[in-house]
C-alpha cells in the first residue's frame, strides 16, 4: 500500500495519536507530506483499495490477541509474529539492505544472544496445532513460525559477521 494512502487510511481512523514505522529518510519525507493535502477524507477508489488489502493481510498477520498462548513448547507466539521488528525490517529491507544497514555496534551486540534463543525456540514446535486451534483469526501459526526460520537464521549469519569484523 502506498505510504500516502496508508496514513490517509490512519489519520481516519478514531484514534488520537498514531505512530507510522519509519525506516528510511525517504519514508520521513513522504510520511511529512501527508501534512499538506488539503482533503484527507478517503475516495470509494482509496476504501476499495484498503479493503483489498485487508482480504490480503486476514490470514496473514498476528494481532498478538495472546488467544494462541499458553504454547506447551513455551514458545512467545504473539511476541515473535506480532512484534519483532527486527524481523519486520529484514523483511521490508531485504537481506542485502539489512546487511548493509548501519546498525549501531549495540543494538547487534544486545540481539543476538536473545535471536539465537529465539530461533531455538521456533525450532522446537512440535506441531501439536493447540495455537491454530485457538486463533479467533484462522492463522497458519505452524507455518509462520517455521518460515521465521530462515529469515532469522539470515539476521543471526548478518549480525555475526558484523560482530567479527567490528571486533565485538
Same mark, same amino acid.
Given at each position: @500500500? &502506498?505510504?500516502?494512502? /496508508?496514513?490517509?487510511?490512519?489519520?481516519?481512523?478514531?484514534?488520537? =495519536? /498514531?505512530?507510522? *514505522?519509519?525506516? =528510511?529518510?525517504?519514508?520521513?519525507?513522504?510520511?511529512?507530506?501527508?501534512? %499538506?493535502?488539503?482533503?484527507?477524507?478517503?475516495?470509494? *477508489?482509496?476504501?476499495?483499495?484498503?479493503? #483489498?488489502?485487508?482480504?490480503?493481510?486476514?490470514?496473514?498477520? $498476528?494481532?498478538? !490477541? #495472546?488467544? +494462541?498462548?499458553? +504454547?506447551? #513448547?513455551?514458545? &512467545?507466539? &504473539?511476541?515473535?509474529?506480532?512484534?519483532?521488528?527486527?524481523?519486520? %525490517?529484514?523483511? =521490508? @529491507?531485504?537481506?542485502? /539492505?539489512?546487511?548493509?544497514? #548501519?546498525?549501531?555496534?549495540?543494538?547487534?551486540?544486545?540481539?543476538?544472544?536473545?535471536?539465537?534463543?529465539?530461533?531455538?525456540?521456533?525450532?522446537? $514446535?512440535?506441531? !501439536?496445532?493447540? !495455537?491454530?486451534?485457538? !486463533? &479467533?483469526? *484462522?492463522?497458519?501459526?505452524?507455518? @509462520?513460525? %517455521?518460515? @521465521?526460520?530462515?529469515?532469522?537464521?539470515?539476521?543471526?549469519?548478518?549480525?555475526?559477521?558484523?560482530?567479527?569484523?567490528?571486533?565485538?
Amino acid at each position: @500500500m &502506498p505510504a500516502k494512502l /496508508a496514513l490517509k487510511w490512519l489519520i481516519n481512523q478514531p484514534i488520537s =495519536t /498514531a505512530v507510522p *514505522g519509519i525506516t =528510511t529518510l525517504e519514508e520521513t519525507e513522504e510520511d511529512f507530506m501527508i501534512n %499538506h493535502i488539503e482533503d484527507i477524507s478517503l475516495t470509494s *477508489g482509496e476504501k476499495q483499495q484498503i479493503n #483489498q488489502l485487508i482480504e490480503s493481510l486476514v490470514r496473514v498477520r $498476528c494481532r498478538i !490477541c #495472546q488467544e +494462541c498462548e499458553p +504454547c506447551p #513448547q513455551a514458545i &512467545p507466539i &504473539p511476541t515473535l509474529l506480532g512484534t519483532d521488528l527486527m524481523y519486520d %525490517h529484514y523483511r =521490508t @529491507m531485504g537481506s542485502k /539492505a539489512f546487511s548493509q544497514f #548501519q546498525w549501531s555496534q549495540e543494538r547487534v551486540k544486545n540481539y543476538i544472544e536473545p535471536l539465537n534463543k529465539k530461533i531455538s525456540l521456533i525450532k522446537s $514446535c512440535t506441531y !501439536c496445532g493447540k !495455537c491454530e486451534e485457538s !486463533c &479467533p483469526y *484462522g492463522l497458519p501459526i505452524m507455518n @509462520m513460525l %517455521h518460515d @521465521m526460520i530462515g529469515p532469522q537464521e539470515d539476521i543471526f549469519r548478518i549480525f555475526k559477521e558484523f560482530t567479527t569484523s567490528t571486533g565485538l
